[in-house]
């Protein structure tokens, strides 16, 4: 997709989740492929229950067995797929090669021990290093995630933390083992505004020093407007629509992606009102026909009942799964 | 920023401290608990009478200056029975406990943890456990092994077992789906690591409560054990016994089953208001 020829760091391939539930399977992720380039930043975007979350947890191993289930494609860290990985290789991994922070900094830490023994202990988790050894760089992580009085800070309990240290604290456990790449998982979704914006600040200084890469996911599009310089739009567990960040939030091809930035409040006078997508997401068990979005899309015609499309490029590495883009024309 | 941040580090333990301090009646329970274990490490020095010694001279005398609680039916000094037995009650209290919760954490644990069929397994050998009588249990550990203390209490700790199992999965099955077990395997924590660091220390709460709770419960049962002649045997006092030898004089000398009963009552009391506060202050809703 990109004309970016280095070779990606994480590579998906056509995956698919399905989740079985009471009431049958659920196809939670249909066939979605993206890849991120070492260092990068791509943005997954989509509405609650669109199959983010579950992509994360697809990539960490970490979906709970044996109600989730790949059924197929590939997820390639450097080459190798980390789906046929054994366990064991793969718990070396997470935290390693690859971290994730959740979304809810204030359940994430455990209630029993000092922020201080968590990080230390993933730290240990990776490198064979003595107690001393461990408190030391734990530290230096408190520091690199910029927190205050870092050597006060180590033997605190987590109550005893702000929302917006704790997600700190997060970041650095999830630093503890040099990641090549940082799965993000809502990372602001929890915390007040003004601290939204000092995590993602912090975000950017990690990627720019350490050379991480970031897949961020968000539904808010004005967060991974400031961090991604790749987007990935996904609707319905399908990814809809991929390319550039620029080009995508300036000139989206797809109607759903055209509805999510209507949807983001601006401050500017004069601006567009607010819209909202009309409609709900299909219940994925008897997906509609054709297009998913056809049923909430206000350029549905027949053809998009009829078979369901595959992306499409737009040129400049950019494609939509929308029969009728280019959409210029059509407004 | 919290606004205690000059402060000495705060720990939980602290916390749960502070949260008790506010309760009065949870004080004063601890406070008749901690009675209770001083006079038994200290029995020796506090008891006037060797509890053991008969005086044929003084058979079931009434309470007096000499006998503060009158003595038995061989003349022996009831108060210091009374202080002798503490140790075997309080004993009786704790180890059937430590037998419990050092059986049942484990499989609670590995139940919890691992789920599906091991899970399924563990919890119908526990509902079987559930049907067997505890009195059964100590009479046929009695008939086997000898009517006993130690097997009287291990009679108890069995009987207490399945209830614990229960708690000790349900526990773990609460923590296993914190946000932090997630995060824990996030950073790539072996399972035993998240079992045994992140999941114990969160499980403990429930357990304590139910410890505090059972040890009155065991105390009682000690009690009755020793009433029917299958705990302590004589002439080693504790206060099941006391009060077995002591129905056959309930009109001549009642004072004999006064004292016994009543430190039982108080005992069990404070355990039970203990455990109740405990709970209160280990509640995590409440912070």
Known sequence: MSVDTTPALLQVEGLAVEFATRDGVVPAISHASFTLRPGGCLGLVGESGSGKSVTALAIMGLLAKPAARITAGRILLDGVDLLALPPEEMRALR???????????????NPAFTVGDQIAEAVRAHARVGAREARARAIELLRQVRIPGAERRFDEYPHRLSGGMR???MIAMALAGNPRLLIADEPTTALDVTVQAQIVELLRAIQAEHGTAILLISHNLGLVASLADEIAVMYAGRLVEQGPAARILGHPEHPYTVGLLGAVPRAAPGDAPLTGIEGMVPDLRSPP???????????????CRAAEPALRGMGAGHASACLRAPLDALA | MSATIAMAPDTRLRRVLRQLARQPGTLLAAAVVLAFVLVA?????????????SNFLAVRRPPSDLHWLGTDEVGRDVLSRVIHGTRISLMAGVIPVLVAVG???????????????????????????LAIPFLIVAIALAAFLGPDMINAMLAIGLASLPVFIRLARGAALAVRAEDYVEAARAVGASPM??????????MA???????????????????????????????????????????????????????????????????NVLGDGLRDALDVKRH
């Open chain 1, 167 to 169: 997600q700190r604290v």
């Open chain 2, 103 to 129: 059986l049942s954490v484990p499989i609670g644990l590995i139940a919890g943890y691992r789920g599906g069929w091991v899970d399924a397994v563990l919890m119908r050998i526990t509902d079987a456990m």
């Open chain 1, 95 to 109: 935290g390693g090669a690859v971290a994730m922070i959740f979304q809810e900094p204030m359940s994430s830490l």
């Open chain 2, 193 to 202: 690591r998240i079992a045994l660091r992140h999941m114990l220390p969160n």
């Open chain 2, 205 to 271: 709460p429930p357990l304590l409560v139910q410890a505090s709770i059972m040890a009155a419960t065991a105390i009682i049962a000690e009690a009755s054990l020793s009433f029917l002649g299958l705990g302590q045997q004589p002439p080693a006092p504790s206060w099941g016994s006391m009060l077995n030898a002591a129905q056959r004089h309930m009109v001549a000398a009642p004072w004999m089953a006064i004292a016994p009963g009543l430190v039982i009552f108080v005992l069990v009391i404070a355990l």
């Open chain 1, 289 to 303: 026909p054709g297009c998913v979005f056809g049923p909430r899309c206000p350029f549905c015609v027949a053809t």
């Open chain 2, 41 to 53: 490490v200290f029995a020796p020095l506090i008891a006037p009478f060797d509890p053991l010694r």
